[in-house]
Nanobody, 125 residues
């Protein structure tokens, strides 16, 4: 079964940047579209961004457009989420997820079969 591992979370001040990574150890990710999701305490999980298996297609939630950028390096079997201009409201556990085929806007976690354990991102001064 595909296992995903997120890394790169941490504590950052407002306006700062972080880069999250999503990697798989025993399977290659190049056949999977990857999505990033986040869940803050007391809130529902929401889609942040997604990228097609080739990397040619991407999508972002309105709340992160212009600040976050998703990319993938299939040679390294890794997908990245570059997060700039971070705000306190970006604080959440961030998860990556994989699906063989993107559906709709790619930001619904119901359409993904595999999830990682998550990495905490805290934006605070």
């Amino acid at each position: 079964q595909l296992q995903l591992v997120e890394s790169g979370g941490g504590l950052v001040q407002p306006g700062g940047s972080l880069r999250l990574s999503c990697a798989a150890s025993e399977f290659t990710l190049d056949r999977y579209a990857i999505g990033w999701f986040r869940q803050a305490p007391g809130k529902e999980r929401e889609g942040v961004s997604c990228i097609s298996s080739s990397g040619e297609g991407t999508n972002y939630a309105d709340s992160v457009k212009g600040r976050f950028s998703i990319s993938r390096d299939n040679a390294r079997n890794t997908v990245y989420l570059q997060m700039n201009s971070l705000k306190p409201e970006d604080t959440a556990v961030y998860y990556c997820a994989a699906t063989r085929r993107l559906r709709g806007d790619g930001l619904s976690f119901h359409d993904y079969a595999y999830y990682g354990q998550g990495t905490q991102v805290t934006v605070s001064s």
